[in-house]
T-cell receptor, first 114, second 115 residues
Framework: DTEVTQTPKHLVMGMTNKKSLKCEQHMGHRAMYWYKQKAKKPPELMFVYSYEKLSINESVPSRFSPECPNSSLLNLHLHALQPEDSALYLC?????????????FGQGTRLTVV | AQSVTQPDIHITVSEGASLELRCNYSYGATPYLFWYVQSPGQGLQLLLKYFSGDTLVQGIKGFEAEFKRSQSSFNLRKPSVHWSDAAEYFCAVGARDQVFNKFYFGSGTKLNVKP
């Protein structure tokens, strides 16, 4: 199984809502990532989890709150978002160890903030 | 600092024609290099990767790429383009940390295929 599964595929939320994005992989990868991708732009790294611990936060606003409950799951909790946060949110995973490994990406969640 | 440059924002080729997408990287050590493809509204699919060894690497869907250290390039090629190849293509470098890789992406090249 080389899949990264993201749910939901689409999400529309108001600026006062609280919602969560979910990501799951069963490849035994211990590094998991959240990327944000605006239209016509490359993916931008938001967070990296390694062995269920937050390793990198790329100065992401606190209205985005990541969580890694176990080695297979990665969540992104959303609260009080702004319309400019509308984007495609991509989850990825890779083997740990900084070695010869690629990132496997999910299909993304298309988020619209109204 | 590591960076990836894709000089071509848009490329249009005719179906059946050959294709080359350019990628230049900046990285202090031996790079791990990747090409990903993205269809509209979809995630990224890995086309091919280079870690070491043979500088010409083969990927899926008939794509290949050549690593040229002297030119800091990793260009993607396909001998005959199909209409289904129309998509956005991203070159990426994996910057190695002790416990994971940080993946840095170029700005992408959008490929249009003319019938």
């Amino acid at each position: 199984d080389t899949e990264v599964t993201q749910t939901p595929k689409h999400l529309v939320m108001g600026m006062t809502n609280k919602k969560s994005l979910k990501c799951e992989q069963h490849m035994g990868h211990r590094a998991m990532y959240w990327y944000k991708q605006k239209a016509k732009k490359p993916p931008e790294l938001m967070f990296v989890y390694s062995y269920e611990k937050l390793s990198i936060n790329e100065s992401v606003p606190s209205r985005f709150s990541p969580e890694c409950p176990n080695s297979s799951l990665l969540n992104l909790h959303l609260h009080a978002l702004q319309p400019e946060d509308s984007a495609l949110y991509l989850c990825a995973s890779s083997q740990e160890g900084g070695g010869k490994t690629e990132a496997f990406f999910g299909q993304g969640t298309r988020l619209t903030v109204v | 600092a590591q960076s990836v440059t894709q000089p071509d924002i848009h490329i249009t080729v005719s179906e059946g024609a050959s294709l080359e997408l350019r990628c230049n990287y900046s990285y202090g050590a031996t790079p791990y290099l990747f090409w990903y493809v993205q269809s509209p509204g979809q995630g990224l699919q890995l086309l091919l990767k280079y870690f070491s060894g043979d500088t010409l690497v083969q990927g899926i869907k008939g794509f290949e790429a050549e690593f040229k250290r002297s030119q800091s390039s990793f260009n993607l090629r396909k001998p005959s383009v199909h209409w289904s190849d129309a998509a956005e293509y991203f070159c990426a470098v994996g910057a190695r940390d002790q416990v994971f890789n940080k993946f840095y992406f170029g700005s992408g090249t959008k490929l249009n295929v003319k019938p």
